[in-house]
């Protein structure tokens, strides 16, 4: 059983649409992060949300981490060909290791 | 540029041979970790280290070993490759529990 499911798994779209990916979990989480990965590079962490019902903006990115501290969800606002990538979300329920959820990946179309 | 340095970037053993994985930080992070990244089964930890001669096991540690002698280094020692150990291999380091992670850029390892 997966700690944290994400959803969609595969998302594709045409530049300037808007998007929503999802990342879920029956665990509570101290905080829950974001990243972004692309073809033959590491992680790069995006944001990490710690308070529940909180909303962090980068950009065009919109993230909010649920008022449960169960769940995060990342909003991208007229996507752009440089926001493809695979987006994964992190936490660790308690005072554990971080553990991943298996990414959506993202393909923004030209 | 501070960071985490991995090296080597891409590797070719044969089944029953070893190897070291090199990872350092200069971010003086107290915690690393390694992970293996496998189509369709995303990041797995393999081991874990939360400071100086500290280390425990992930979620897939059998076939490797870790050591945590100083603060910066936190090297991967495959004892006798498989070619299930076939797989992106990630270092990653942090500040502590609620900070994010620096990832290196990766090892490709094949094992045939």
């Known amino acids: 059983t997966q700690l944290l499911e994400q959803s969609p798994q595969f998302l594709s779209i045409q530049e300037g649409e808007n998007l929503t990916v999802y990342c879920n979990s029956s665990?509570?989480?101290?905080?829950l992060q974001w990243y972004r990965q692309e073809p033959g590079e590491g992680p790069v962490l995006l944001v990490t949300?710690?308070?529940?019902?909180e909303v962090k903006k980068l950009k065009r990115l919109t993230f909010q981490f649920g008022d449960a501290r169960k769940d995060s969800s990342l909003h991208i606002t007229a996507a752009q060909p440089g926001d493809t990538g695979l987006y994964l979300c992190a936490g660790a329920p308690g005072n554990t290791p971080l553990v991943f959820g298996k990414g959506t990946r993202l393909s923004v179309i030209a | 540029n501070a960071g985490v340095t991995q090296t080597p970037k891409f590797q070719v053993l044969k089944t029953g041979q070893s190897m070291t994985l090199q990872c350092a930080q200069d971010m003086n992070h107290e915690y690393m970790s390694w992970y293996r990244q496998d189509p369709g089964m995303g990041l797995r930890l393999i081991h874990y280290s939360v400071g100086a001669g500290i280390t425990d096991q992930g979620e897939v540690p059998n076939g490797y070993n870790v050591s945590r002698s100083t603060t910066e280094d936190f090297p991967l020692r495959l004892l006798s490759a498989a070619p299930s150990q076939t797989s992106v291999y990630f270092c990653?380091?942090?500040?502590?529990?609620?900070?994010?992670?620096?990832f290196g850029s990766g090892t490709r390892l094949t094992v045939v």
């Open positions: 665990s509570v989480f101290s905080s």
């Open positions: 990653a380091s942090r500040r502590g529990q609620n900070y994010g992670y620096t």
């Open positions: 949300v710690v308070t529940g019902g």
